[in-house]
């Protein structure tokens, strides 16, 4: 295999993507692995470099963006930055391996749209967005104002959805992981 396929995976956040995400990596039929994304942000708590992401400092992401380095990045609050960098793919690529992205909705449009063929964008939908709200509660991990924000932002992202090859409804979890194997294993025989 030269060239590798690129797996898209694109949600509100609550949405389930990342359960996904990790259910269909240690599947070794598919042959996947994970593309850590570049971020300018500060590690938080357990997080590991160039395992969560390559943390860099804001003038690194800078020097980076300006030598095209990135296939694509977005400035997701003040100075932070959040990116994939070519040289990830082509890591994974030299390994004969799909790469598999846990992205958000923009970030995962544009890799669709540089690689068209290449690539299968799927779109998890949540239930609807009370539910997201409900499981956003559930997990504690944010501030009432947080989880408004999330929310507000999810009802924009959830406009995108047709824009995506695939969407997979993730309203029970067995379904939506069975689904979504099916539509990756698919893909990747192409
Ligand atoms: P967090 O700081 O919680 O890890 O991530 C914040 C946001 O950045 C999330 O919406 C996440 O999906 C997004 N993000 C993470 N990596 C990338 C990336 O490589 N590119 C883009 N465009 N967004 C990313």
């Known amino acids: 295999m030269s060239k590798g396929k690129l797996i898209v995976f694109s949600a509100p ?12 990596l240690l599947k070794e039929e598919l042959n996947l692995e994970f593309s850590i994304s570049a971020t300018s942000r500060a590690k ?25 380095e990135f296939l694509e990045w977005e400035e997701v609050y003040r100075d932070n930055f959040y990116g994939t960098l070519k040289a990830e ?31 299968l964008s799927i779109f998890v939908k949540p239930p609807s967005i009370d539910e997201l709200k409900i499981r956003l509660k559930k997990r504690k991990t944010e501030t009432d104002d947080k989880i408004n924000m999330r929310i507000a932002k999810a009802s924009a992202e959830l406009a995108t959805a047709p824009l995506f090859d695939k969407v997979v409804l993730n309203e029970h979890l067995e379904n ?5 194997y099916d539509l990756v294993s698919n893909f990747i025989k192409e």
């Open 13 to 24: 956040s609550g949405s389930g993507k990342t359960t996904i995400v990790r259910h269909l």
């Open 89 to 119: 793919v082509e890591r994974i690529w030299a390994k004969g391996k799909h790469v598999i992205f846990d992205i958000d909705v923009s970030g995962g449009l544009r890799i669709k749209r540089k690689f068209p063929e290449q690539t």
């Open 44 to 68: 938080r708590g357990e997080e590991v470099d160039s395992k969560d992401y390559y943390f860099l400092d804001v003038q690194e992401f800078k020097n980076k963006i300006k030598h095209d």
């Open 176 to 180: 939506a992981l069975i689904e979504s």
